[in-house]
């Protein structure tokens, strides 16, 4: 151990591990104005000073040693976990690239070739020790904040749980699931009669959602409003969602007017996504309606959010919807650009398509048979 480790405790330590005790001394007078050393002449010797006190800033490790090499080390380091916070730099008059891939390979962060030069050694030292440190640091940063939004997270199903017990909120719940059912009826009385005139359906299926507690919960928070029942009606306009999935552009417009012009909707907002699509090419055509509802004591209007798209956008949102919360996708920007691009060729195709059935209708009313493919 060199002189001066007593008075300097506050630095930090530096453990160098050779067996030929000359480069020890050598590596010792390079860096001890800058760090406590300690020293170790074998694997075995550095591997029970690690247990001892593995609070080291970095480990000078050779290769060729008695009882334990150094590649012996490093897989005993690893083992116990402590390369995850110990930079290791080789010490070694090996030049094979092989050898240093496989020190790399197994964890090693640096090489320092003998014979040592003094400028090259401190760099290499204090860039491994600083870039740990900061690597560290970030970890520390990342798993404190994932300790705050786990808590975050139990404060809000704790808060949301609370929230759906209450008997006001059951109550504008089910007020939800009436105004979903009577747009659902509406729909579907449009689409008999629209069937009857035209000999075809104008939408494929309706697809409906009730907002869960916690959702409710999480977009009251974010807009700063307590999670009340009177802050849900005033707040929140889509805790009851219908999705219409048509098969034409052109079909989502006229089943759109054909609802929105009925004496007792109020129309509170429109967002047009097919004439101005989002920048990632959805298009979509969304209304906000006010809606009656008629309870066995009273009417009352209701919000609800009903979407129109076509079955290709359809396809296309689910897909899209699955890469923004899945968190470990690899490429990320290259699959929004692809889907971007879809997108764009899906509002060809739809246009295409519709082109095709205007033509196919022009000419009569077309007998209603089994479609292809679906004989038996």
Request: charged share 30%; glycine share 4%.
């Amino acid at each position: 151990m060199c002189w001066g480790e007593v008075r300097m405790t506050k630095m930090q330590k530096i453990l160098v591990v050779d067996d030929a005790q000359l480069n020890r001394e050598l590596l010792c007078q390079m860096l001890e104005g800058d760090y406590v050393i300690d020293m170790a002449e074998d694997g075995a010797v550095a591997l029970g000073k690690l247990w001892e006190d593995s609070n080291v800033a970095a480990l000078l490790l050779d290769l060729q040693m008695p009882n334990a090499d150094g590649f012996a080390v490093i897989e005993q380091m690893k083992k116990n976990g402590w390369l995850n916070r110990i930079p290791v730099l080789i010490i070694s008059s090996e030049h094979s690239v092989e050898v240093e891939n496989r020190c790399l390979a197994m964890g090693a962060v640096d090489f320092i070739h003998k014979p040592f030069e003094g400028s090259i050694v401190r760099n290499r030292v204090r860039n491994a020790i600083a870039l740990f440190a900061g690597r560290n640091s970030l970890e520390q940063k990342v798993e404190e904040q994932a300790q705050v939004l786990k808590y975050q997270s139990r404060i809000i199903q704790m808060q949301a749980q609370k929230l759906s017990r209450a008997k006001p909120f059951n109550e504008l719940m089910l007020e939800y699931r009436s105004v979903i059912m009577e747009v659902e009826t509406r729909l579907k009385v449009l689409n008999a009669v629209f069937s009857e005139e035209y000999k075809r359906n104008p939408f494929e299926s309706i697809k409906s959602r009730l907002k869960t507690p916690e959702s409710i919960y999480q977009k009251l928070e974010r807009k700063g409003h307590a999670a009340t029942v009177e802050n849900i009606r005033e707040y929140i306009s889509d805790v009851a969602g219908l999705r219409v999935i048509c098969s034409f552009p052109d079909d989502i417009y006229r089943l759109a007017e054909l609802l929105i012009k009925q004496d007792d909707i109020i129309v509170l907002r429109k967002k047009d996504y097919i004439q101005s699509p989002k920048p990632n090419g959805y298009r979509s055509l969304h209304f906000i309606l006010n809606v009656p509802i008629f309870l066995p004591d009273e009417k009352k209007y209701v919000k609800a959010e009903v979407q129109f798209r076509t079955i290709a956008m359809d396809f296309w949102a689910s897909l899209e919807h699955k890469l923004k919360y899945k968190k470990d996708v690899d490429s990320t920007d290259e699959i929004e650009q692809q889907l971007k691009a879809c997108a764009d060729s899906i509002e060809a195709l739809d246009y295409q398509m519709q082109e095709i059935r205007n033509r196919i209708y022009s000419t009569g009313p077309v007998e209603e048979e089994m479609e292809s493919g679906d004989a038996i």
